[in-house]
């Protein structure tokens, strides 16, 4: 009985000690996780009412909120959800940072520039962000890429490379710029050199002599065993990879597209592959009797449903979604019930040669000129270098390479 | 003189007692008369706990913290130099282990793989799992507060012939749980109950720590006592290299068992 009564006066203290936390610590982020705009009839000057709120993803300081051409904007009431006791500040017309309160007016007019600063509430961390309002311009529908203007990232400690668009592809690609994985490799393989990430550009190799892309699938190393996410395909898309899913829900961390005003009806790339050695399942079980495949896609969607939610195409829809409308791809088999079928007899006629292909839009409706010119259609143009990547499989070593892609537009429209 | 007469029966009363208290100090001493020597052959049950001290504030609530039933067994030589003083050495074969669940804030940790490093700050859950089987050493003063109860003291050393440091980050019950990669302002990286990122610092672990060790024995019967001691890590439990966690952890576990005295 005694030796019961110490065991658990023992155990109290023990439970004791280690219940007796301190002070919580005071909070060190500093993020805008939220900025939206008030206007009194959203409707009239942007394309979706819920396009006056922006959820500002942790990678992101930049923030940009598109309203239509004639749109007239002055101070517009700003709110900002930011972390919970962090401070923000709004650099004034001189030069000086003025704690910024919630709901008051900002002068966005003439698409200028407003900075915040945002400082923890342990006051030992900041952060800078930049807020605009810019205006839609018309554009053309027919986009060229070579993939020449790429440069190492200033805001990853240039450790992968990235890509930026020109011209009036600028609409529809977030902030300008290519997206893929290689924000997500970077987590799991700190010591690869830029050249060894998924997705890379290859100076001088392109079938015209110029830089090209090439994207392999890549083992993650022992972090992503770790996760169990073993490979990562090579991947460039529009749209915005968001590396806080890259863990949580990888198929979620890819969202697709951005708002398209023309209808697209053909794209072409000329494209070659070198397949990796073993297709591997996600426990990196070799797979026999399956060979890896690249994939290269482009989709045209309704970005709205019926009750007027937004409506975002991620790696779980981005080939199945209810609201495709067009879609062209690399041909593929496919079992009886619509779900990729893995075989050792590929048809996509991506050889170890360049080639052109062309791909023609396939529609299972006419999109709506109405909606279209309202922005509720989004396009998608993507590329992996493992057509299962998104679920983990498919053969490390998989090289894909891709070069002068355009996407042709109904010029009748 | 009426009031002598108390005086003397209250020492009559002492000397009759002492004399007594006389008997049982040496019918509850050591065995072997000649030597006040003698050996405590012991079994045990081991619980307890690895830890920081004090608790880091970055470490919010203690979510579970469940000793696993460790075993303890050995024996001791003693001797006694005086009818209070003695001293005793040993060997005690253990195995304990733990596992705890905490919710955390701001948990500064960082993890090198074949050459890569992640590492930041972490809010979420972590879950703990801890395995030591070894061999613990004690040197200990020995002092006899009464005729049946001893107290011993003083250091030990542990030596571990296998070690398990691992466990799981993921998110709390509130959904929370992601790690800024590097600072606070890094990149958000959420984690999961469903996919938790594993770690292993098993590799990490120092082979041995040092410590001090308090015993208490009862004896109950002739050749039978019962036993609680406390062992208090007083060295970290990882390498002096290791800086994944950013604090020290040391081991405080206790047993409880009966022993063979001889």
């Not at chain 1, 890379?200 to 002599?209: N, R, T």
């Not at chain 1, 806080?244 to 053909?266: C, E």
């Not at chain 2, 009363?13 to 030597?35: C, K, Q």
Request: hydrophobic share 35%.
């Amino acid at each position: 009985m005694s030796k019961k009564i110490s065991a658990l006066i023992l155990l109290g203290g023990l439970a004791g000690m280690m219940a007796s936390c301190t002070d919580e610590p005071l909070n060190a982020e500093c993020d805008i996780e939220v900025v939206s705009l008030h206007f009194e009839e959203p409707e009239r000057l942007m394309y979706h009412d819920y396009d006056t709120l922006q959820t500002v993803p942790s990678v992101v300081d930049s923030v940009s909120f598109l309203v239509r051409n004639y749109a007239r904007i002055g101070s517009v009431p700003l709110t900002l959800r930011v972390t919970e006791g962090a401070t923000p500040y709004l650099m004034s017309a001189d030069g000086q940072w003025e704690v910024f309160r919630n709901g008051s007016s900002v002068d966005f007019s003439n698409e200028q520039v407003r900075r915040f600063r945002i400082v923890s509430q342990d006051k030992a961390w900041e952060r800078f962000y930049k807020i605009v309002v810019l205006h839609d311009v018309p554009s053309e529908g027919d986009m060229s890429f070579d993939f020449e203007d790429y440069q190492l990232d200033p805001t990853n400690s240039e450790k992968f490379y990235i890509w930026s668009v020109k011209g009036n592809a600028v609409n529809v690609f977030t902030d300008g710029m290519w997206k893929n994985g290689n924000p997500g490799y970077k987590l799991s393989k700190s010591s690869a050199k830029p050249d060894e990430y998924p997705s890379v550009p290859l100076p001088g190799q392109g079938p015209d002599g110029s830089a090209c892309l090439k994207l392999e699938t890549c083992d993650t190393g022992p972090f992503g065993r770790m996760v169990n996410m073993r490979l990562a395909s090579g991947s460039m898309f529009n749209g915005i990879f968001d590396v806080a899913n890259a863990l949580k829900d990888a198929l979620k961390a890819t969202q697709f597209g951005s708002p398209f005003k023309h209808k697209p009806v053909r794209i072409s790339a000329w494209l070659r592959f070198e397949r990796g050695e073993t297709f591997q399942d996600k426990e990196a079980n070799p797979v026999p009797g399956v060979v890896d495949e690249p994939d290269m896609y482009m989709v045209y969607y309704r970005n709205q449903d019926e009750q007027g939610n937004r409506v975002q195409l991620d790696g779980n829809d981005i080939l199945s979604s209810p609201y495709i409308i067009g879609l062209a791809r690399l041909p593929h088999h496919y079992n009886a019930d619509g779900s990729d079928q893995l075989t050792n007899s590929p048809i996509h006629g991506v050889t170890n040669e360049w080639q052109e292909f062309t791909l023609d839009m396939k529609y299972t409706q006419e999109p709506d000129r109405e909606i279209m010119e309202n922005n509720g259609y989004s396009l998608v143009i993507g590329f992996a270098s493992s057509w299962q990547g998104a679920y983990f499989q498919g053969a490390v070593g998989n090289k894909f390479y891709i070069d002068n892609v355009h996407v042709t537009c109904d010029r009748n429209e | 003189m009426n009031n002598i007469r108390p005086i003397f029966a209250l020492l009559f009363l002492l000397l009759t007692f002492s004399a007594h208290a006389e008997d049982r100090w040496t019918e509850w001493g050591p065995t072997s008369r000649e030597s006040n020597a003698g050996v405590i052959a012991r079994v045990g049950y081991t619980i307890g706990g690895t830890t920081p001290i004090p608790l880091p504030a970055e470490i919010r609530r203690m979510n579970g913290f469940k000793p696993k039933g460790g075993v303890t067994f050995g024996a001791d030589a003693y001797k006694m130099l005086s009818r209070r003083w003695g001293f005793s050495a040993g060997w005690h074969f253990f195995y304990e282990g733990f596992h705890t669940s905490a919710n955390v804030k701001n948990y500064r940790m960082s993890l090198t793989m074949e050459g890569n490093t992640m590492g930041g700050y972490f809010t979420g859950c972590d879950v703990t799992n801890t395995d030591m089987w070894g061999v613990t050493i004690p040197i200990l003063a020995t002092l006899r507060l009464s005729p049946r109860w001893n107290l011993s003291f003083g250091p030990y050393v542990s030596f571990y012939f296998w070690q398990n440091f691992s466990g799981e980050v993921y998110d709390n019950t509130d959904g929370i749980g992601y790690l800024r990669v590097d600072t606070p302002t890094g990149e958000k990286v959420n984690m999961s109950r469903n996919n938790p990122a594993t770690y292993d610092f098993s590799e990490n672990m120092r082979p041995w720590n040092a410590g001090l060790e308090v015993c208490f024995d009862l004896k109950v019967m002739k050749h039978l006592n019962a036993f609680g001691s406390l062992d208090w890590g007083l060295s970290n439990i990882m390498d002096p290299d290791f800086d994944a966690v950013a604090f020290k952890m040391y081991p405080i576990y206790a047993t409880f068992g009966v022993a063979y005295r001889y």
